[in-house]
Antibody
């Protein structure tokens, strides 16, 4: 079955750029929308952005100016870059697949904690 | 402050039913039939329990059901079991400009 795995640094300095990659295994990245969701410690979930396998994207308007998504279809991966981070960006970052035809996340990665601190 | 409003907590005894509400506006829940619910155990990733208001993914027990009335969606868990104790989050499509919004989450306790 399809599995997702996030990877990237667990510690990022303030004002720098957070970079994470999600690797899709057990299936193809083609034909689906892929997304990032985050959860600050002890708080709720927040949608960050999504990308389509062919390259279209959509971003949470509150983060749009700082977020970039990219795809690497040859390696079945998609990536998140969040610039100018602050302590408020400390969170568990999840990658997720969007269900066909709907606005829901049917497969999730395990999540990776990114701490913003000097 | 979350875009969708959920009660912070809910509880029920084993075997009982509990309903969790998710209140939005005419810009999200009230317009779109793209409400979904997620179960999250501590330290784990969320799990999709309901999508498109009332559809269950394969493998989700029929003890979990969803509904919607005007601007409020609801998740009902019947025949409560100990493993149902978790945080539950609702989401709704909110248009192209802000694609999906989340509720603040409800902690369900099985007494």
């Amino acid at each position: 079955q399809v599995q997702l795995q996030e990877s990237g640094p667990g510690l990022v300095k303030p004002s720098e750029t957070l970079s994470l990659t999600c690797t899709v295994s057990g299936g193809s990245i083609s034909g689906y929308f892929w997304s990032w969701v985050r959860q600050p410690p002890g708080k709720g979930l927040e949608w960050i952005a999504y990308t389509y396998y062919s390259g279209g994207t959509n971003y949470n308007r509150s983060l749009k100016s700082r977020v970039t998504l990219s795809l690497d279809t040859s390696n079945n991966q998609f990536s998140l870059r969040l610039s100018s981070v602050t302590a408020a960006d400390t969170a568990v970052y999840f990658c997720a697949r969007i269900i066909s035809g709907g606005a829901a996340f049917d497969i999730w990665g395990q999540g990776t904690l990114v701490t913003v601190s000097s | 402050q979350s875009a969708l409003t959920q009660p912070p907590s809910a509880s029920g005894s084993p075997g009982q039913s509990v309903t969790i509400s998710c209140t939005g506006t005419s810009s999200d829940v009230g317009t779109y039939n793209f409400v979904s619910w997620y179960q999250q155990h501590p330290g784990k990733a969320p799990k999709l329990m309901i999508y498109e208001v009332s559809k269950r993914p394969s493998g989700v027990p029929d003890r979990f059901s969803g509904s919607k009335s005007v601007n409020t969606a609801s998740l009902t868990v019947s025949g409560l079991q100990a493993d149902d104790e978790a945080d539950y989050y609702c989401t709704s499509h909110a248009g192209t400009d802000n694609w999906v919004v989340f509720g603040g989450g409800t902690k369900l306790t099985v007494l």
